[in-house]
């Protein structure tokens, strides 16, 4: 196992490309994971141009017709080198010399539903039954991969700087307290002037926001009342290119009334709080001469749509791209100086225990954008926290300082990867019901050895697709045989038909 840890535009794929190689030269298979598909547009095109032919590509826009083609082509061995999402990892590769998972601290990595697995654990262990190197690719190492080098269980290759004369960006906070905006702006005058200067000097520049559509919520000003999803608890979010409201858990959509459904105010319903397609609103007003793109998973319909888009940008048919976390990774743009970011402490909020983690590692990916050629790049990170440990580190480029503190507070608490986790997840038709089963979970629960069980109490989300939702957190030391405690508590508690018990041991989300 080895750990490609580069700086962002320092050529890991370069190093994984000299790996791909070998193996092809051994007469051996090579798989490579992207947490994205839409990632692979410009993969593809250096693949081909290093290897003279793309490879074959696996994700789940692919038609049946295709499907059933590319793995007959994997399980004959004609197939030499496959691109896919998590699940090529099940391929029938019956020669496979090397794994790549790039960009393996990414959280898509995680399948939630269905099977639960994470997919760069598991790309370790296939590796290990086909006695095959693998290669974990990241400017940002997840704790988990970085604790695991430090310790010898992998192998550590660095690449600290740029390819080439290109340098890290500058990066700088941007004090939204003291930047006096009106309620519906989003643009600080600082972000505004490097914007207008950028596009002046004829380079290219990038938004990010992190919240797809126009707005996260909207409401009545007449009542106040908000409009939620019938089938989850959560709010509805406003598309207005589309003209409707939708539900980003359960996908439920509804048109925009006209009046407010509790009150029957006509004309007072208020989207609050900005979306993507909302920036891009204020963007043409600020700057109308600008050709402006938004980049978002409901903006563009697969592999395809992705690839479009980026040749327009590498093309520079666009000056200005908005988007959300699907561009924030993966992408070379040489004209692209200047990255701001709209709501950088978006992800900081909640009980996730890799909310700092994650944040960091989202940021640092989004400033990696800018700045990768010629140019000089520099990066307006837009916060009410300039102090937050995150955006200090971001700001001193100090990265190494930054996971040495979130380690020790992991530590601390005795938090993955120092413990380990197990999510229960009860849920049923009935609210009452699955209470009553959670807290009959929790006094069977197991509470020797140092193991703690935690809750029950109902979901973030305590309503999703119709069904309600109580949660249980099993905390245990790290030696922990975990599966084996979960099996024996499982069957040791007799559940109605119609309530479900979802586990994840090793959780990623905590909704």
Request: glycine share 8%.
């Amino acid at each position: 196992m080895t750990v490609l840890d580069g700086v962002n535009g320092s050529g890991k794929t370069e190093v994984y490309f000299a790996a791909i190689a070998a193996a092809l030269e051994a007469g051996r298979q090579a798989l490579v994971l992207l947490p994205e598909i839409a990632l692979s547009a410009q993969l593809l095109g250096r693949f081909a141009e290093r290897f003279g032919a793309e490879p074959a590509l696996w994700h789940s826009d692919l038609t049946r017709a295709l499907r059933r083609r590319t793995w007959r082509a994997v399980a004959t061995a004609e197939a030499r080198v496959v691109v896919g999402a998590r699940s090529a990892l099940f391929l029938p590769f019956p020669e496979l010399g090397l794994i790549v998972v790039d960009e393996e601290h990414d959280a898509s990595y995680k399948q939630e539903v269905g099977v639960v697995y994470h997919a760069r654990d598991m790309a370790v262990v296939r590796a290990r039954l086909e006695s095959a190197p693998v290669v974990l690719s990241s400017a940002t190492p997840s704790l988990e991969t970085t604790i695991n080098a430090e310790s010898d269980r992998y192998r550590l290759l660095r690449l600290p700087q740029r390819h080439g004369a290109a340098g890290m960006p500058a990066i700088e906070a941007v004090d939204m307290r003291r930047a006096g905006l009106p309620a519906t702006r989003w643009l600080s005058p600082p972000l505004t002037q490097a914007l207008a200067e950028t596009l002046a000097a004829g380079e290219q520049a990038m938004l990010f926001l992190n919240r797809r559509g126009y707005a996260p919520l909207t409401l009545c000003r007449a009542c106040g009342h908000r409009m939620g999803c019938p089938n989850c608890s959560a709010w509805l979010v406003e598309h207005r290119h589309g003209g409707r409201l939708q539900c980003h858990h359960c996908g439920y959509a509804a048109r925009l009334p006209g009046a407010c459904p509790s009150c029957r105010a006509e004309d007072r319903l208020a989207a609050c709080g900005p979306g993507v397609e909302r920036l891009a609103e204020e963007v043409a007003g600020a700057f109308p001469e600008a050709r402006v793109a938004v980049m978002a998973s409901d903006t563009m319909m697969g592999p395809n749509a992705a690839a479009d888009l980026v040749r327009r940008v590498t093309a520079h048919g666009i000056d200005l791209l908005i988007g959300t976390q699907i561009m924030a990774k993966g992408h070379h743009f040489p004209l692209l100086t200047l990255v701001g970011v709209i709501d950088a402490d978006l992800g900081l909020s909640g009980g996730d225990l890799r909310a700092a983690e994650r944040t960091y590692q989202l940021l640092h990916q989004v400033a990696g954008r800018a700045g990768r050629a010629d140019h000089p790049g520099r990066v307006l990170l837009q916060t009410y926290m300039p102090d937050h440990p995150v955006m200090e580190a971001l700001i001193a480029g100090d990265r190494d300082r930054f996971l040495a503190l979130e380690a020790a507070d992991r530590r601390a608490r005795a938090m993955p990867p120092f413990g380990r986790l197990a999510a229960l997840i009860v849920s049923g038709p009935n609210e009452d019901s699955v209470r009553r089963a959670a807290l009959a979970l929790a006094r069977a629960g197991p509470r020797s050895g140092g193991v703690e069980v935690l809750g029950p109490a109902p979901a973030p989300i305590s309503l999703l697709r119709g069904r309600y939702r109580y949660r249980l957190l099993l905390k245990a030391p790290r030696a922990t045989p975990v599966q084996r405690l979960l099996r024996g508590w499982l069957a040791g508690v007799a559940l109605a038909r119609n309530l479900r018990v979802q586990v994840d041991v090793d959780p990623y989300s905590f909704l």
